[in-house]
């Protein structure tokens, strides 16, 4: 554990902890003894969490507003220290590329990649400042591979990924650390937002994808996961960001479900065709 986390309990902001794996780390890093500032992008769900006992504000990551009054809020709460951010805050935009609006692909990058840089870049002064820090990117199986239909999320969990890599080879010597959580397929409600966001921006009956679309939209209708093979619960994940945030030193990235951990062996040993092959059937 690192020196600078040991003095009084260590503090965390968490994006997206409406449902799903945000809520689940929420609790259980709390339970930890961390503080945790756990946001949501409704206030609905901000009410929610003050119910249970969170210090909670909203945080909308495609709202600029929203970012800069919540970071101003958490460290008026803080005093002005910050241990850890944990960008876990996303959404899936459903889709095969050729139905994909400018206009959906620009709101699948406000949230999932410009949002999450924004309000990074506004905490990485205050790590600098107190000389330590731990960034945690929630990201994706999706992250290094793609499937189709799914491309839209795909470029933004890319893109998520580049931008770490990038930030982690220049922070070098900083003391602040920046971590990949990749997971697959995860008992949440990301199937089901993920069919608000298809119905928002496709029209099914008008493309040539429509036979694909109406098997996905019925699947949809249930649960993540529930249908998914391999899939863990939102605990799984957790225990790979309390391991990113307890390390010393920690790896560059942590794999989530079996088939993170295939495709993370697959991807350099077979040939690209034969790979796009085996993910054209993982729909």
Not at 14 to 19: A, E
Not at 51 to 75: P, R
Not at 155 to 181: P, Q, Y
Not at 182 to 194: C, M
Request: proline share 5%; charged share 25%; aromatic share 10%.
């Amino acid at each position: 554990m690192d020196e600078g986390f040991k003095a009084e309990a260590r503090t965390i902001l968490i994006t997206g902890c409406s449902t799903g794996i945000g809520r689940c780390v929420a609790f259980g890093l709390r339970d930890r003894g961390w503080r945790v500032f756990a946001t949501a992008r409704k206030m609905v769900d901000v009410e929610e969490l003050r119910e249970q006992g969170f210090e909670s504000c909203k945080i909308d990551l495609a709202d600029t507003d929203s970012i800069h009054s919540g970071f101003k809020w958490v460290m008026e709460q803080s005093g002005g220290r910050l241990d850890s951010l944990f960008n876990n805050g996303a959404y899936g935009q459903p889709g095969a590329m050729e139905d994909i609006s400018i206009e959906a692909m620009r709101e699948q990058f406000e949230t999932n990649v410009f949002g999450t840089h924004e309000l990074t870049r506004l905490i990485l002064p205050v790590m600098r400042g107190q000389g330590h820090g731990r960034i945690i990117q929630n990201s994706s199986v999706l992250g290094f591979v793609a499937m189709p239909y799914r491309g839209a999320y795909v470029a933004s969990k890319f893109a998520l990924e580049g931008l770490t890599e990038a930030m982690r080879i220049e922070m070098r010597g900083s003391g602040i650390d920046f971590v990949l959580i990749e997971p697959g397929p995860i008992t949440t409600k990301f199937r089901l937002n993920a069919r608000k966001a298809f119905l928002k921006y496709i029209k099914p009956e008008e493309s040539v994808y429509r036979e694909k679309y109406e098997g996905w939209m019925e699947q949809a209708k249930t649960e993540e996961s529930s249908s998914m093979p391999f899939s863990l619960p939102p605990e799984a994940v957790l225990q790979k960001v309390i391991k990113a945030l307890d390390s010393k030193h920690p790896s560059t990235r942590y794999g989530v479900t079996i088939p993170t951990h295939i495709f993370w062996i697959l991807r350099p040993i077979l040939p690209r065709l034969w790979l796009d092959a085996i993910l054209a059937k993982a729909v």
